[in-house]
T-cell receptor, first 115, second 113 residues
Framework: GAGVSQSPSNKVTEKGKDVELRCDPI?????LYWYRQRLGQGLEFLIY????????KSGLPSDRFSAERTGESVSTLTIQRTQQEDSAVYLC?????????????FGSGTQLSVL | AQSVTQLGSHVSVSEGALVLLRCNYS??????LFWYVQYPNQGLQLLLK??????LVKGINGFEAEFKKSETSFHLTKPSAHMSDAAEYFC???????????FGAGTRLAVHP
């Protein structure tokens, strides 16, 4: 497709289970970002990829959160031993380059609900 | 650290009325500033951005924003609201020399007939 694709669109899981969220960026986009949006709050930066490497992981809330990216393509965000406070919309964005002047394209997000 | 404050989590206007969504930022360096819109069940879309060129920035759908350094503000305006403008609006500032955005909490705009 032409845009950033995220899957699944909705995920309901039980506390303590692991989840994997997937992001397919726009083809050719070298930069990829993960954000989290809790109910009633703004977006929180989680991690940024330039190609396969992650120069900035400063937003990952705990060591239960990890992310990887293969090639300059798909990225997965993994949350281990999910907690109720992990419930949020997880948004992925990509851009052609990394400069602040580059336009970010956002996916529609994955709504994660931890019961 | 940079931060963004959006005054008013909910704003309601009549169709045809002026839209004013407020955003104040803090930054120790000249910022890049953005407004994004999120329509129901859709991803965020860029409305406009300020990148140290003209202080009055025009965006899509008739929106514009003015960068005021003295007030550390970047308020979003539209002269005449349309029903289709109902959405959530996010102000953001970039940090770190790359496209890492710090977002405000968002303002939900309702437009009534």
């Amino acid at each position: 497709g032409a845009g950033v694709s995220q899957s699944p669109s909705n995920k309901v899981t039980e506390k303590g289970k692991d989840v994997e969220l997937r992001c397919d960026p726009i083809s050719g986009h070298t930069a990829l970002y993960w954000y989290r949006q809790r109910l009633g709050q703004g977006l929180e930066f989680l991690i940024y990829f330039q190609g396969n490497s992650a120069p900035d992981k400063s937003g990952l809330p705990s060591d239960r959160f990890s992310a990887e990216r293969t090639g300059e393509s798909v990225s997965t965000l993994t949350i281990q031993r999910t907690q109720q406070e992990d419930s949020a919309v997880y948004l992925c964005a990509s851009s052609r380059g990394t400069g602040s002047n580059e336009k970010l394209f956002f996916g529609s997000g994955t709504q994660l609900s931890v019961l | 650290a940079q931060s963004v404050t959006q005054l008013g989590s909910h704003v309601s206007v009549s169709e045809g009325a002026l839209v004013l969504l407020r955003c104040n930022y803090s930054s120790s360096v000249p910022p890049y500033l953005f407004w994004y819109v999120q329509y129901p069940n859709q991803g965020l879309q860029l409305l406009l951005k300020y990148t140290s060129a003209a202080t009055l920035v025009k965006g899509i759908n008739g929106f514009e924003a003015e960068f005021k350094k003295s007030e550390t503000s970047f308020h979003l305006t539209k002269p005449s609201a349309h029903m289709s403008d109902a959405a959530e609006y996010f102000c953001a500032v970039s940090e770190g020399g790359y496209n890492k955005l710090i977002f405000g909490a968002g303002t939900r705009l309702a437009v009534h007939p």
